[in-house]
Every structure is written in structure tokens, then in C-alpha cells.
């Protein structure tokens, strides 16, 4: 049994040991991207809606420029100026609509993305390379942006500094240089083999079968090491640098095959599970909103909504009754509110209208047969489930009856978040184990967190590498080197014999 175990463990480091080494190096420089990474200026920015500047209403403006259909609205600040950001059907771009002249703003979009570069990286003196869409996530825009679409923004910089900020929101996804690229490139190719034409499934079941092996490894390397415990630095052949060398590896492996086996355990988990995940942030509502349906002005409609204090948006939402103003009021101490939701014609306000919304919303999504007997109820805080890596708030939860949750923002009815029973698990699992977000709650800082997972990814780095390193010495094609030139030494030492 000892020698299946031993010949077992042997044959898996022959095949996993290069990639684990690879994913050791790239584990450790996840959290260097972290520490390197370019910091924002700003956190974020304080929208608000001015109420004195809308002299224009958002019908007038509209008429004005025959913009007769549109599917999104935003108020937006560029400067001192208050602006309608509108969305026309038939075009992919916004467009932006001065609310205290209904003048329309050239190249809005660009102006707008450029603005919120220069606030997020605090830098107003680099020229502009380029503004271009991104409408997914692929490349150096990864999903933990979790914004979609959004506008990268190329600064002209020696750094290479390029911003993808996000319009609806004013929000910014990410902060990119050269440096970071470089890294996280490098890092999804070693570490999640997100690499350029590999199909998806092959990624998927290649990743979890090599966190498999590793994770059998570990196991029947620590069962060797319990087997064998007392024979352990003893014997000639423990003098030798080789035996030497085969104790540091068993101590050290022994010492970091907890930390193997939860992270094997928890990759695996999550490779399956987020590969098998369907894509569902490209999903938007297709709305259309007539300008004749709506007569009211939005200062009208915050007089109606009985909102006290500041507003910080104000967008539409469509219900049986026709197009309604949703009116998003600002947070006050990290303190969300739910949406007012008020009729477009007629002032009337809508009691849950952010919910009737989504829920009508989450029906062009889904077929009414998988919303049967759906629970929907109103996120303001982030918890177990809603974490704050989502980074919208408020949404609106959708609860199927097979036990799937879709996390759906109201102000543009993006899906933020979606989760299944075993996903729940699953992020638990990637979450807790995979990232050690227990020694958060121990009272541990990121910094001390990211520390002692880098010296457990070294250490079993080290590991790898000399159990390769003894692994070289069993390989069958090095032995038949070695019988080669005894057996050469041998012929040579009987010719000269033979001569004397």
C-alpha cells in the first residue's frame, strides 16, 4: 500500500508539478496587482440633481431636436452645466442635452467619459489618446469591474494610465497602467488559463482536473508523510544532499498541505460552478419611452414624490400604466434609500414602483415559468449573499422558486448579481477559502491577509520545485544515461586490461 501511495503521489507531481508551480508564481502576484495598482484621486462622485436648473422639461427638450422615442434618461453634471443624458433609440450612444437651454451638447459622451478620467485619476494636464466603448468584459477589463458598458479612457501618459468609468452611475470600474496590464494579462493566463482561443469548456474541465490532481497530491503526499514519519532524517541515504533535499520537501509540504488542499478544493469548486454560470450582465431593458408620454416635468414630479432632501438621479422606469420617473435620492451616511417612483402624466406616486419595475423587467429576461411564485424584495445594504465587490446599491432582489436569485439594479435595469443554491455555496467557499476572507473577520487587515496567503503560495511553490528537483532524479531517461556511460566506463576499463 506504502509503495502505491508513494508511486501515486509521484505520477500526479509528474503531471501537475510545472502548472503548480506556474499558478504559484501567478497566486503570488495577485496580490501584488493589489499593492501596485494605480489609486483613484476620488472614491467616487456625488451626483445630485439641481431642481432650479431644470427650466427646460425633458419633453420640450425632445420636441426640440425630434428626438421622439428613447429608452434611457440620466441627469448628469459636465462643469457648471446640468444635463439630460438620454438614450435614442436606434443609436448606441447617449446623448446629452443642456436642461437649462435644451441645446444639444456635441460629443457629449466623449466629453462626459474624459471628465470622469480626469476626476478618478486626479490628472487634468495629459492629453486624451482615444474614448472608446467597451461592451465586454475581455482583455484587461475583467468581470470584477462589474460595470457594463462602459467608456475606457487613454490618457497620454508614460504609465499608459487608461480609466473605464461608467456613465449611468458616474462611477468608476477600474484604473489601468501598463504595469497592472502586464500582470493581470499574465496572471488570468497562469492562473484562471483565460488564455486567447481556448475554448471555454476546455479551460473549464482543464483547470478543475488539474485542481483535482493537486488536491490528491496533497492528500497522498501528507498520508506518505504520517507512513513514514519515523524514517523520516534517518539512515545514510538521509546524509546525502539528495536526502536531504527529499526532508526539506516532506517538512514543508506537511507544513503547507492545509493550505494546498483549501485552495485546490475551492478553485475547483469555482472553476465548475463559474463555468457553467450564463452570462447575464449584457442583458438590458428594451423600453421605449415616447416624449408625448410624458408631460410632466421632472421638477413637478419632485414636488409630487415628497422627497425631502437631495436627489441624487432621476430615470425612467416603465409600468402597465405607462412611463414613470424613478427618483433616486442621495444616501446619507452610507445610508441607501429605495426609489420614488412617480407617473410621468399624471404626479401620481407608485407605492413599491422600483419593485413592479423590476419585476416587469426581470419578465423580458426570463420566461414567466421560471418567475412563478418569485420573491421580489429591495436591497439598501450590502450582506452574506449581496456583497459589497457588487458595488451597486439599491437593487432589487428576484427570488425564483427553484432557489435562483437575480440581483437587478432599478435605475438601469442592469442585473448586478446572480446566484444559485450552489452558487451560494460556491462564493462562500471562493470567498472564505480561496481568498481567506476568515482572517478578515480574525481582525486581520487586507495587508496581514495578503501577507501570510503569500507565504503559504511560496512555500508551496517551494515544495513544487523540489519535489521536482527529486522528481528529476527518478526520471527513467537520466538512469539509462547513467547505465549508458557505466557501461561505456565498463568496455573501456576491460580494453585497457585487455591491452596491459
Not at 202 to 216: D, K, M, S, T, Y
Request: hydrophobic share 45%.
Amino acid at each position: 500500500m506504502r509503495k502505491q501511495l508513494y508511486q501515486m503521489h509521484i505520477w500526479i507531481a509528474g503531471i501537475s508539478a510545472i502548472p503548480l508551480l506556474l499558478w504559484c508564481i501567478s497566486a503570488v502576484m495577485h496580490p501584488l496587482m493589489v499593492w501596485t495598482s494605480p489609486e483613484p484621486a476620488i472614491k467616487s462622485i456625488e451626483q445630485q440633481v439641481f431642481p432650479d436648473r431644470l427650466q427646460v422639461s425633458l419633453a420640450e427638450a425632445l420636441n426640440r431636436h425630434e428626438l421622439t422615442k428613447i429608452t434611457s434618461l440620466g441627469i448628469t453634471q459636465l462643469g457648471e452645466k446640468q444635463y439630460y443624458r438620454v438614450g435614442v433609440e436606434g443609436t448606441p450612444h447617449p446623448v446629452y442635452l443642456e436642461t437649462e437651454t435644451g441645446e444639444l451638447l456635441p460629443n457629449g459622451v466623449q466629453l462626459h467619459a474624459e471628465s470622469l478620467a480626469r476626476q478618478f485619476s486626479g490628472d487634468t494636464a495629459s492629453s486624451i489618446v482615444s474614448v472608446e466603448p467597451i461592451t465586454q468584459f475581455a482583455g484587461e477589463y475583467t468581470s470584477s469591474g462589474q460595470f457594463l458598458p462602459v467608456m475606457k479612457v487613454q490618457l497620454e501618459r508614460d504609465d499608459g494610465m487608461r480609466a473605464y468609468v461608467d456613465l449611468t452611475g458616474d462611477r468608476l470600474a477600474t484604473l489601468i497602467d501598463d504595469q497592472r496590464s502586464w500582470l493581470l494579462l499574465i496572471f488570468k493566463a497562469l492562473h484562471s488559463w483565460e488564455i486567447p482561443g481556448m475554448p471555454e469548456i476546455v479551460r473549464v474541465w482543464g483547470l478543475a482536473i488539474f485542481c483535482f490532481l493537486v488536491l490528491i497530491g496533497a492528500v497522498t503526499g501528507l498520508t506518505i508523510y504520517v507512513v513514514m514519519w519515523k524514517n523520516l532524517g534517518k539512515g545514510k541515504a538521509a546524509a546525502t544532499p539528495r536526502g536531504r533535499l527529499r526532508t526539506v520537501h516532506r517538512l514543508a509540504g506537511v507544513f503547507v498541505s492545509l493550505a494546498m488542499l483549501i485552495f485546490a478544493f475551492s478553485g475547483m469548486f469555482h472553476a465548475l460552478v463559474q463555468g457553467s454560470k450564463p452570462d447575464l450582465k449584457h442583458l438590458r431593458p428594451s423600453d421605449t419611452f415616447l416624449a408625448s408620454d410624458m408631460p410632466l416635468a421632472i421638477p413637478d414630479a419632485l414636488k409630487k414624490s415628497n422627497v425631502t432632501g437631495a436627489v441624487q438621479n432621476v430615470s425612467l422606469a416603465m409600468l402597465e400604466s405607462g412611463p414613470h420617473y424613478l427618483i433616486l435620492r442621495k444616501p446619507e451616511s452610507r445610508k441607501q434609500f429605495p426609489p420614488v417612483v412617480v407617473n410621468a402624466r399624471t404626479g401620481e406616486i407608485v407605492v413599491d414602483g422600483d419593485l413592479q419595475h423590476v419585476q416587469r423587467i426581470s419578465e423580458s429576461y426570463f420566461t414567466p415559468e421560471s418567475l412563478k411564485e418569485a420573491e421580489v424584495t429591495r436591497l439598501t445594504s450590502f450582506g452574506m449573499e449581496y456583497i459589497p465587490r457588487n458595488r451597486r446599491l439599491p437593487v432589487v432582489k428576484v427570488a425564483k422558486a427553484t432557489g435562483e436569485s437575480v440581483f437587478i439594479d432599478p435605475v438601469d435595469g442592469a442585473i448586478a448579481y446572480s446566484t444559485s443554491p450552489v452558487g451560494r455555496w460556491e462564493q462562500l467557499s471562493f470567498s472564505w477559502l480561496h481568498k481567506w476572507r476568515f482572517l478578515d473577520q480574525a481582525g486581520f487587515s487586507r495587508e496581514v491577509r495578503d501577507s501570510i496567503m503569500v507565504f503559504f503560495v511560496t512555500l508551496g511553490g517551494m515544495v513544487t520545485l523540489t519535489g521536482g528537483i527529486l522528481l528529476a532524479y527518478r526520471n527513467p531517461l537520466r538512469k539509462r544515461r547513467k547505465a549508458t556511460r557505466m557501461s561505456a566506463q565498463l568496455r573501456a576499463n576491460f580494453r585497457r586490461s585487455s591491452s596491459d
